[in-house]
């Protein structure tokens, strides 16, 4: 095999297969891979680049899942547990309604305590607050518990969340779709039979979810490659994927600290190879709170059309040690976007596009 089989596969339309992407995974000439994957970017996006102004509400980090590479879920007995109040969320959707925010995403930890009735209430109060805001909230590892201690099906589960104003659903908790990377560092999550079978079920209802994959821990080339095999076939099944995220490992304060970071090399390759093996997913999105602004910019050219967006104040990864800001401006985010080529476009959670009046 070589790199040149592989760019007549993809000019000719052709899909690459498992044994591609081993290959680029080892590949070298970084640039060769993202000059293709600029390619087939440019190919269904254009100069587009997708921002959008929402806003991160981490309701409460209490959780008693304790997964190896994350610092953000605590035990209730935690110093640095915490659980906001009902006013304390409406206070931050209203000051995000003030930025002009089109979306609250919206997830936390699988709190003992709280049951789906709770979350009902709480995406009532957001509707009550800011009724036009798109809520894009919890995750299949989320929708999982809410079942399991509510003693109802998912089904009935997503039924009474979108009852309640939930909109779409976010695509984290995949972490990587392979049973050996989560006996390594996630055995009390759900797996990723289960993982799948949920956004199977989200599509099917109607709903739209992202996807998402974290690298540069434990797991191997066949790991991942599994893992975007997977979320292609779902995709090929329901079409209900909107974006593929891939998530840069930010280890500093987990339990994990002693692996290094991903450079922002891997960031980019992993950004690439997303573009050119998902080529049932409409966008590729690089999450700068996790890769840094830089590296984010940079992968608009190596396959990303989406920067995510405001986010206001994020504190997932920040609990992990990430150095990125909590929130940009959308200035930052269109003068990023316009310094490395790009056109940018306001969306809203679903991909319309978003026209706003001059001041």
């Known amino acids: 095999m070589t790199i040149q089989t592989i760019e007549k596969k993809i000019h000719g339309g052709e899909r690459l ?3 591609d992407l081993s290959f680029l995974f080892e590949y070298p000439d970084l640039l060769a891979i993202g000059r293709l994957a600029n390619w087939l970017r440019e190919k269904k996006n254009g100069k587009k680049v997708y921002y959008n102004i929402n806003r991160h509400i981490n309701y409460s980090n209490v959780c008693y899942v304790a997964c190896k590479f ?18 304390e969320m409406e206070e931050a959707a209203r000051q995000a309604l003030q930025e002009g925010a089109t979306e609250f995403h919206i997830v936390g930890g699988l709190h003992p305590d709280l049951k789906l009735d709770y979350y009902e209430n709480l995406l009532r109060a957001f509707k009550r607050v800011a009724p036009m805001v798109h809520l894009k909230a919890f995750t299949a590892v989320e929708l999982d518990y809410f079942a399991k201690i509510s003693r109802v099906s998912v089904e009935e589960v997503i039924d009474r969340l979108a009852a309640a104003g939930l909109g779409s659903f ?28 949920i956004h199977r079920l989200i599509h099917q209802k109607g709903f739209r979810s992202n996807a998402t994959m974290l690298y540069g821990h434990v797991e191997t080339v066949a790991d991942k490659v599994e893992h975007l095999q997977k979320l292609r076939d779902l995709q090929d099944e329901t079409g209900g994927f909107q974006t593929f ?65 405001t986010l206001m104040k994020e504190t997932i990864v920040h609990m992990a040690g990430t150095k990125a800001p909590e929130g940009v401006s959308v200035s930052t985010l269109i003068n990023l976007i316009k310094e490395a080529g790009f056109l940018p476009i306001e969306r809203d959670t679903l991909y319309n596009i978003v026209e706003r009046q001059a001041a």
Not at 70 to 87: D, R
Not at 181 to 197: A, E, M, S, Y
Request: proline share 9%; glycine share 8%; aromatic share 8%.
């Open 170 to 197: 976010p695509g984290g908790g995949a972490e990587v779709l392979t049973e050996r990377v989560r006996q390594l560092t996630h055995p009390n999550k759900i797996g990723p039979d289960r993982w799948l079978q």
């Open 17 to 19: 297969d498992q044994e």
């Open 70 to 87: 994350c610092e953000f879920g605590q035990p209730k007995t935690s110093p640095k547990a915490y659980e906001l109040s009902v006013g």
């Open 245 to 309: 995220i891939p998530l840069s490992f930010v280890p500093e304060e987990t339990p994990m600290s002693h692996i290094p970071k991903p450079t922002a090399m891997e960031d980019l390759r992993h950004i690439a190879l997303s573009r050119l093996f998902l080529d049932n997913f409409d966008h590729i999105k690089a999450y700068w709170v996790m890769m840094g602004l830089g590296t984010a910019q940079l992968s608009l050219s190596f396959g990303a059309d989406d920067l995510d967006g």
